[in-house]
Every structure is written in C-alpha cells, then in structure tokens.
C-alpha cells in the first residue's frame, strides 16, 4: 500500500519557524501530485501548498511568502518550510499524494488526493 509518514510537528512561538517532512513510499514520478494540507478542530481540510512532479507549485494566500513546499533529490521526501508563523496556523498537517488525473497530452490535474498520512500536530503560540 501507499505510505506517507509526517514529522517535524511541534510548538513554537509566533515568528518562529518549523519545517515539516513527509516520507513517501513511491516517487514522485508514480506520485504526480503531492501537497501539504492542514484541518482546525471543527473545520474541513484547507490545501496549504502543492507540487507536482513536473515542479509547479500552488499555494494558498493564507501562506504565500511565509511557506514553501519542496521536494528532496530521491524524490521520496516532501517538505514544508513554515516561517512567520501565526496563531492561526495552529493545527493539524497531513500531507497528501496521488497519481493525478489525466487532462490532456502531458497534462495531468491533481483534483483529488487519495492517499494521507496521520498528520503532525502544529500549535503556535503568542
């Protein structure tokens, strides 16, 4: 089965930084679409930031300039670099893959996740 495993969870104070990590059981070749994802007690699931195996990247306003989603050489390991953090960005982190959706010569979307892993807790503090 496809495996993702987070890590790098923690407190840390407003300002500060934390950078999460995502092992991954395939490539990113085999998984085109990968992305960082975070839910609130209470709330659904908000995308944070995405990255396809061809390198674009998406990111929600809440976290463009303060956040950066990348991906290690092997291409097994997922990253989010969190500076600047703010209270609101307390929550959960999952990352999330799937093999994409095809729409087109080359082109593929990535419109749905199916595969999660348990999540990292992130609790930032004032």
């Known amino acids: 089965a496809v495996q993702l495993a987070e890590s790098g969870g923690g407190s840390v104070q407003a300002g500060g930084s934390l950078r999460l990590s995502c092992a991954l059981s395939l490539d990113m070749a085999a998984l085109y679409c990968t992305g960082w994802f975070r839910q609130i007690p209470g709330k659904g699931r908000e995308a944070i930031a995405t990255?396809?195996?061809?390198?674009?990247?998406v990111y929600a306003d809440a976290v463009k300039g303060r956040f950066a989603i990348s991906k290690d050489n092997d291409r097994t390991t997922l990253y989010l670099q969190m500076d600047n953090l703010k209270t609101e960005d307390s929550a959960m982190y999952y990352c999330a893959a799937d093999h994409g959706t095809y729409i087109g010569p080359g082109r593929a979307a990535c419109d749905q996740f199916r595969y999660w892993g348990q999540g990292t807790p992130v609790n930032v503090s004032s």
């Open positions: 990255i396809n195996a061809d390198g674009a990247t």
